[in-house]
C-alpha cells in the first residue's frame, strides 16, 4: 500500500499571540486535520510513554473495544518492520477525527453527547484521559490513520521527526504552551476497510524491534485482556491466529488455585493439572469520602509446584496482575504486599478490580496507564485484602506441600519402612522434614537426593538427642530400653561412618583417574600430609604438635647434610606429623628414580633417630614412630617375592614400610572397600541413605 501526502510535510502552528508564516497558513489550508497538543506532552507522554510493543498496542485494542468492534487484527511485517493494527469498529467521521481522535485529553466519560457505554453491545468504555494514542509514537516514528464509519473515508499520517523540529523551535522561541500539528492528508484509501479504523505503524524504533514475533505478542496480549471469548463478542488476532486464555501459558502450570467473584469457577475448566481449588470471599469494604463502601474482587490466585514454572520465556509470571474493565491497569500488587516468605515466590494471579475505574470517583491510574495510584484509598483497601489472602493460601499451600512431600518420599520403599519404624509423634515431625523438602525450589535431582539424604540423618541425631533424655527417665528395671538407645546412637554413628567412608573412595578414584605418574608424587607432597586416611584408615588427620614438628625439621635438614647429593635428589620431601597416638614420618621419593634397598633403609634409620631425639627431648621417647616411605620404582633388590618379603623384615625392625606410587591410591581403595564389604550387613540407616542414593522415584 504505497500512499502520498497530499501535501509537502507535517507542521505545527503555534496558538495565539505569534504570526504564522505563509508557508504554514498554506499547509493548515491543505490539510483538514488538525491535533492540538502542547510539545511538552508529547514528549513525555507519546514519545517516552512506553518502551513495550505489547503495552502501546493494547492502546490501540481498547480503542477497538471502545469503538463496539468485534474483530481487532494484528499484522506484523518484520522484513518492512511495519505493524498494522485493524478493526471493524463504528470508525470515525472527519469530525470524530479532528475533535475526539486527535484531541488529546478528551475526555469521552465527561462527553454528554456520547455515553460511557458503547452504544452496541453496551460496552464499558476503557478509554478515559485521552492519551493513549500518544503512545504509538514511542514505538513508531511514522503512525498512519485509516477511518470511515461507512460513509466519509478519512486518511492522515503523522511524523514523529515533523514534531521533534517543532519541538526545537518552540523551546527556542520559549513557547511552552499549546501549538497546532497539522498531520499530512493522504490521497489513497484501502480498498478493504469498509467500516472501522486501520492504523499502520512504520520506521519502527531499533530497541523495540527484537522479540518482535507473534507468538510473543500473542502470549503478551492474551496477559493483558480479560475480553477474550465468544461472550464478550470480541475478538484479537495476530497474524492471522485469534488470541485465547490458552495463549496465557500458565494456566496448566498451576497446581492451586483459589478463585473470586461470581462466574470464577471458568478458571478451574483452565487449569488441568490442579491438585485442589477453592472459592474465596470477594468482598472488599472501602472507606471512600466518609462512606464504607462494599465492592466485588473478581479473578483469582495460584500456586505452582516448582519455581521455575514462573521463571519461563520472556517475563517473570511471580505476580499477581490487576484489571481494570478487562484491561490490565497494573502489573503486579504483589510487589506492594509484605513479601519474603518462601511461600511467595510460588505465587500467581490476575485480580479484577472494575471499581477502580468507576465514573463516579476519581481516576486510580497514573498518566502512563500502567500504574495505579498507591496511596488511593480503594488500592489500600485491595492491597490488604491481598495480604489477608496470602497469609491464607501460605497455611493452605503449607499443608499440601507437607502432604504432597510425604507422599513423594514414601514412594520409596526404605524411607516409607523408616517412616514407619518411627513413633506417631516423630512421625508427624517427618512429615513436616518432608513438606519443608518439597518446599524448596531444588529441582535438579541428584541435589534432591543429596538433600533428603542428609535430611534424615539430621533428623536421626535430633532424633537421638531425644534418647538422651530419655536416659535420665529409665529406670533400673528398664534395662532392655537402655540397650535400644544405645544400639540407635551404634546405629547413627555407623552410618556416618559408612558416609565418609564411601566419600573417600570417591575422592581416590578421582584422584587416580586425573593425575598422570609424572605430577602424581607434586600433588601427594601436599595431600598426603593433609589427607593422612590415605596412607592408613585409622589416620583420620594430623593433630597439633608444633614443637615437635619444627624440631624434627631442624633435625631431618642436619641428616640431609650428611648425604650425597645423589641422595638428596632423589627425594621430594621428608615430613613429620603426629595422628592417633603415633609419631609419623613421611618419606616421598622421585617417581622416576630407583633406589637400593641398603640405601632406603639407613637414610630411614637415620631419620628415625632423628626423630627419637626430640622426642626424647621433650620427655615422650616411649611413644611409637612409624615412618612411610613412597617410591616410585621397585627397589634394586626386588627380583623375587624373597627379596620383597627379606625387605619388609628388613624394614619392620625400625617400624617401616615401603609403597610404591602405583599401589599407594589401589590399596587405599581397597582398605576402604574391605571396610564397606565387611559392614554389608549393617544398619537400616545405611540401607536407606543408598536407596535414596539408587532409586529412580524422584
Not at 481487532?72 to 518492520?81: G, K, M, N, R, S
Request: hydrophobic share 35%; with cysteine; net charge negative.
Amino acid at each position: 500500500m504505497n500512499e502520498t501526502p497530499s501535501n509537502g510535510s507535517a507542521h505545527l502552528v503555534p496558538d495565539g499571540g505569534q504570526e504564522s508564516t505563509s508557508k504554514e497558513h498554506d499547509d493548515a489550508k491543505q490539510s483538514t486535520y488538525q491535533m492540538t497538543v502542547s510539545l511538552n506532552v508529547l514528549e513525555h507522554l507519546g514519545l517516552n510513554l512506553y518502551s513495550k510493543v505489547p503495552a502501546v498496542l493494547s492502546e490501540a485494542v481498547a480503542n477497538a473495544w471502545d469503538a463496539d468492534a468485534e474483530r481487532v487484527e494484528i499484522e506484523l511485517d518484520t522484513e518492512d518492520q511495519r505493524i498494522t493494527i485493524t478493526d471493524d469498529g463504528h470508525g470515525m467521521s472527519r469530525e470524530d477525527v479532528n475533535e475526539r481522535y486527535l484531541y488529546v485529553g478528551y475526555r469521552r466519560r465527561e462527553d454528554e453527547d456520547r455515553p460511557n457505554e458503547t452504544p452496541k453491545y453496551g460496552r464499558p468504555v476503557m478509554g478515559r484521559k485521552g492519551i493513549g494514542k500518544l503512545s504509538l509514537f514511542s514505538i513508531a516514528n511514522v503512525v498512519k490513520v485509516y477511518t470511515t464509519d461507512g460513509n466519509d473515508e478519512n486518511s492522515f499520517q503523522m511524523v514523529v521527526d515533523d514534531m521533534r523540529e517543532k519541538m526545537e523551535q518552540e523551546t527556542e522561541n520559549g513557547d511552552l504552551g499549546q501549538a497546532v500539528y497539522y498531520p499530512d492528508e493522504l490521497d489513497h484509501f484501502p480498498d478493504d476497510l469498509e467500516q472501522g479504523t486501520r492504523v499502520v505503524l512504520t520506521d519502527l524504533k531499533k530497541q523495540i524491534q527484537k522479540n518482535l514475533t507473534a507468538d510473543y505478542l500473542r502470549r503478551r496480549l492474551a496477559r493483558r485482556f480479560g475480553i477474550l471469548g465468544e461472550e464478550y463478542s470480541f475478538e484479537m488476532i495476530v497474524d492471522g491466529e485469534p488470541v485465547t486464555f490458552d495463549d496465557r501459558d500458565y494456566f496448566h502450570k498451576l497446581q492451586l488455585l483459589f478463585h473470586y467473584g461470581q462466574g470464577s469457577k471458568e478458571y478451574v475448566d483452565r487449569c488441568k493439572n490442579l491438585d485442589g481449588h477453592e472459592e474465596r470471599p470477594s468482598t472488599i469494604q472501602v472507606e471512600y469520602e466518609g462512606e464504607v463502601r462494599e465492592f466485588e474482587v473478581k479473578g483469582w490466585i495460584g500456586t505452582v509446584e516448582t519455581y521455575s514454572d514462573l521463571q519461563g520465556d520472556d517475563e517473570d509470571l511471580n505476580k499477581i496482575s490487576i484489571m481494570m474493565r478487562g484491561k490490565l491497569a497494573q502489573e503486579d500488587i504483589l510487589e506492594d504486599t509484605n513479601i519474603g516468605r518462601l511461600f511467595d515466590k510460588y505465587v500467581i494471579g490476575v485480580l479484577h478490580a472494575d471499581f477502580f475505574d468507576r465514573d463516579d470517583m476519581a481516576d486510580m491510574a497514573t498518566s502512563d496507564r500502567e500504574r495505579l495510584i498507591k496511596d488511593n484509598p480503594r488500592y489500600e483497601a485491595l492491597r490488604n485484602f491481598v495480604e489477608e489472602e496470602l497469609d491464607y493460601i501460605d497455611d493452605v499451600w503449607n499443608e499440601h506441600r507437607v502432604d504432597e512431600g510425604e507422599e513423594k518420599a514414601r514412594e520409596i520403599g526404605p524411607i516409607d519402612n523408616w517412616f514407619e519404624s518411627l513413633s506417631e509423634r516423630n512421625q508427624e515431625r517427618a512429615r513436616e522434614l518432608f513438606g519443608t523438602i518439597n518446599q524448596m525450589s531444588v529441582e535438579d535431582q541428584a541435589d534432591k537426593r543429596r538433600l533428603f539424604k542428609h535430611s534424615v540423618l539430621a533428623f536421626e541425631s535430633l532424633r537421638y538427642r531425644d534418647d538422651l533424655d530419655r536416659l535420665e527417665r529409665i529406670s533400673p528395671e528398664n534395662v532392655e530400653q537402655l540397650a535400644d538407645i544405645f544400639d540407635d546412637l551404634d546405629d547413627i554413628e555407623a552410618t556416618l561412618y559408612h558416609q565418609i567412608v564411601s566419600q573417600r573412595v570417591d575422592v581416590i578414584e578421582e584422584l587416580q583417574a586425573k593425575v598422570d605418574e609424572g605430577a602424581l608424587d607434586e600433588v601427594l607432597q601436599e595431600y598426603l600430609y593433609d589427607h593422612p586416611w590415605l596412607l592408613d584408615p585409622a589416620w583420620e588427620r594430623a593433630t597439633s604438635a608444633e614443637d615437635i614438628e619444627k624440631k624434627a625439621r631442624s633435625e631431618f635438614r642436619e641428616v640431609d647434610q650428611r648425604l650425597s647429593p645423589e641422595a638428596r635428589q632423589g627425594r621430594v620431601d621428608i615430613r613429620y606429623m603426629k595422628t592417633t597416638g603415633q609419631h609419623i614420618i613421611i618419606d616421598l621419593r622421585d617417581a622416576n628414580r630407583e633406589l637400593s634397598r641398603a640405601d632406603l633403609i639407613s637414610q630411614l634409620s637415620r631419620y628415625r633417630k632423628a626423630l627419637q631425639r626430640v622426642l626424647n627431648e621433650v620427655g615422650r621417647g616411649d611413644e611409637p614412630i612409624e615412618i612411610v616411605s613412597i617410591v616410585g620404582q621397585e627397589l634394586e633388590e626386588w627380583e623375587t617375592e624373597s627379596d620383597i618379603e627379606e625387605t619388609d623384615e628388613m624394614l619392620d625392625a625400625i617400624n617401616a614400610r615401603v609403597l610404591l606410587y602405583d599401589d599407594l591410591l589401589q590399596d587405599a581403595i581397597d582398605a576402604y572397600k574391605r571396610y564397606m564389604e565387611e559392614r554389608e550387613e549393617a544398619d537400616r540407616i545405611r540401607q536407606l541413605i543408598e536407596s535414596i542414593e539408587t532409586e529412580d522415584v524422584f
